[in-house]
């Protein structure tokens, strides 16, 4: 009897234990949620989620020298805005800069466009035709403003440049001419068959 009373209290006192475990466990957890939770009612830590997120954005669309951190825009003030997206001005725009850049990504994307042609076009097994995908809609922005450029592309290399935004547009109409393929071979196929019903 003593012996079984002795493993019943073990028993008991292990399963007291393993509670007493959890209960430190539960506690544990709710000062996490309860660390979560400032966090997230906090408003300078959620501006910091924000300002992380905006910074990563800025820094896939724009070029490092389009933006800036921590700006002070006020002279006397000692606020700091996260981000300030700088706008060219007359005051501090380098002309010469501009136009060798201009004349730079011109070159480039002509020999790309060259290269796209050569190397992939080949009637009749591929389209007469390729699609040069600009990945950052800045640079398509700056490609497609310069109408003389882009119709070169198309004639001369038969080259349609796509970006971001438009890539989907363009699988679209492409999407549309394979139904529409398959439409005019079926209709082909229920022709010959009425004819040889007839």
Not at 128 to 150: Q, S
């Amino acid at each position: 009897l003593n012996e079984r009373i002795g493993q019943s209290f073990e028993i008991v006192r292990s399963q007291l234990e393993n509670v007493q475990k959890g209960l430190g466990e539960m506690k544990s957890l709710a000062q996490d949620v309860g660390g979560l939770k400032k966090v997230l009612s906090n408003v300078k830590t959620r501006g910091t989620f924000g300002e992380v997120q905006l910074g990563a954005l800025l820094d896939q669309m724009l070029s490092p020298e389009q933006y800036a951190a921590n700006v002070k825009t006020k002279k006397n003030a000692t606020e700091f805005v996260e981000f300030a997206i700088k706008l060219p001005g007359k005051e501090n725009s380098n002309d010469a800069m501009i136009e060798t850049t201009t004349r730079q990504l011109k070159i480039t994307i002509k020999k790309t466009a060259k290269d796209i042609h050569d190397k992939y076009v080949s009637p009749p097994f591929t389209t007469d035709f390729a699609i040069m995908f600009l990945p950052f809609e800045n640079i398509y922005a700056e490609v497609i403003r310069r109408t003389a450029l882009v119709e070169m592309l198309q004639k001369d290399w038969k080259i349609v440049v796509t970006g971001p935004t438009t890539l989907g547009a363009i699988l679209n109409s492409l999407q549309m001419g394979f139904r529409t393929l398959a439409i005019q071979k079926r209709t082909s196929e229920v022709w010959n068959v009425l004819g040889a019903v007839k």
